[in-house]
């Protein structure tokens, strides 16, 4: 069967005064059905651009200028912002970190629902609200029947938070792009909320892509994993593999920034240094500058080197200890 999700060689840039910068460059993955991949880096890393760029949301000055964005075998780059606007909400939706990017503060939640899944489907009134009582109850909000009377504000975040998941699953879509949906909101909730979300994902087929900085969040939750810098891939593969024994440099580095059960009590390890400007990258390996393996070969730029475990790696340290196996 056909991924739900193929991006290859996706390329983004945006052309701003002081010159082009290229904040996705060369990002390729895949999503099948059902399945939750983690796209994971910092701010600046072109994780956000890159769930802009699949949902055709990105503006002047910036566009798409390469690679495929493979939907379900269709090429949405190809598409107009006419044939966008069916999908988004329908086929693929998005959750992003204020709810309120997608809800409307001034109209009540259940006239929200009914209107979503009536701008995509020829349904009776009636219908529509009780699929919209279905979804508030699945995403774990108590007494649906009167919450659907209630605004917007009248949530809590965690709560609001549900309610666009709920917006989100409506329609029964293919895909949901969600943006750091979670870190606004306490630890114990977004476990929460991510399981839930999960869950409900595996059952439809829906398949999940989620945009976060903290690996931390994916862990528990991701079937696999990209770990993004400046722009690139950098990291990817099953989401185990990657956490248990990062290859790249830069993964191996956000892991031991993380805590974890047998350093409790130890200070967090940080990577040196700061995320280059996409203005002035360095040359050769972006991360170069903070890499403590960093040595002449990385004054080229690495290329993408596939390990045993299918896991892919762009670093010239794993392609040269690749090459000795
Ligand atoms: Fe470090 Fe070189 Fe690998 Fe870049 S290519 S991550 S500088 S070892
Ligand atoms: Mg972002």
Known sequence: TVPTLQVENLQTQFFTKAGAVTAVN????????????????????GKSVTGFSILGLVDQPGRVTGGKILFKGEDLTQYTEKQYKQLRGSRISMVFQDPMMTLNPVLRIDTQMVEAIRAHENVSKAEALQRARDALGQVGIPSPEERLKSYPHQFSGGMRQRVAFAIALLNKPDLIIADEPTTALDVT???????????????????LVWITHDLTVVAGLADTVCVMYAGKVVESGKVDDVLDNPKHPYTEGLIGSVPSRNKRGQPLTQIPGMTPSLFNLPKGCSFRERCQ???????QAPSISKCEDGRLVRCHRVEEALSHV
């Open 26 to 45: 060369d990002v390729s993955f895949t999503v099948n059905r059902g399945e939750v991949l983690g796209l994971v880096g910092e701010s600046g890393s």
């Open 189 to 207: 909730i977004q476990a929460q909320i991510l399981y839930e979300t999960q869950k409900l994902c595996r059952e439809t087929g829906t398949s």
């Open 293 to 299: 393996y960093a040595s002449d070969a990385c004054q």
